[in-house]
């Protein structure tokens, strides 16, 4: 049996300085994709962006959509994605898998997020998790990974300058009226302007 490590774990000195970015789905990617800022995603991700396999086949068939064709770039930006390199890998991954699965769901369904977590905790890879997938995040954290979303991308994206708050206002627009996401600091441009201060 697998077993996962704790917040304590990594806290561990020998670990690299340097952080991943792995996004465990293609969440973050269709949001930037519709606010047509997957160049921007690009500056902000540098040569740190990961994958996993699963994800990048989940890319490319989001990539067919309208709307969503610029996330043919993902490729260019991850670069290769990361295999489980071994049997007990796949194992894992699957039995990870299972206890995000709902019954019915299809049997890629949730496995980007249990490949990423499997690969991570397997490698004790220091890493930053980017999803909008509430419960990945929850899990995520609850081993001590950090967790990021679309929105603390923006963030970043308005206090290095990468967009103006006139411009990450407007990719909120889009992603609200495309996909329906609502949060407490993204009520008004007001209120996503303070949160962005804070």
């Avoid at 969503?68 to 007990?88: N, T, V, W």
């Avoid at 990870?96 to 991570?120: M, N, Q, W, Y």
């Avoid at 979303?149 to 889009?174: F, M, N, P, Q, Y």
Wanted: glycine letters at 6%.
């Amino acid at each position: 049996m697998t077993r996962w490590r704790t917040r304590s774990d990594y806290c561990r000195p020998e670990r690299s300085v340097v952080a991943s970015l792995f996004f465990p789905d293609n969440t973050v990617l269709v949001h930037f994709a519709l606010m047509g800022r997957m160049e921007t995603l690009r500056l902000v991700v540098r040569d740190r962006g990961s994958w996993c396999a699963s994800v990048a086949h989940e890319c490319e068939l989001g990539a067919r959509k309208p709307g969503q064709e610029s996330m043919g770039l993902a490729r260019e930006i991850f670069g290769e994605p990361l295999y489980p390199r071994d049997r007990k890998e796949q194992i894992d991954a699957l039995a990870l898998r299972e206890t995000f699965a709902a019954p019915g769901d299809p049997k890629t369904k949730h496995l980007g997020e249990a490949e990423t977590l499997t690969i991570i905790n397997n490698r004790q890879i220091n890493a930053m998790f980017v999803t909008d997938d509430e419960a990945a995040a929850l899990r995520a954290t609850s081993l001590g990974i950090p967790t990021y979303t679309t929105w603390d991308i923006l963030k970043l994206c308005v206090r290095t300058d990468l967009l103006t708050i006139e411009e990450a206002w407007s990719g909120i627009l889009v992603v609200r009226g495309n996909r329906g996401r609502r949060l407490p600091y993204l009520r008004d441009r007001r209120s996503f302007e303070r949160w962005c201060e804070r």
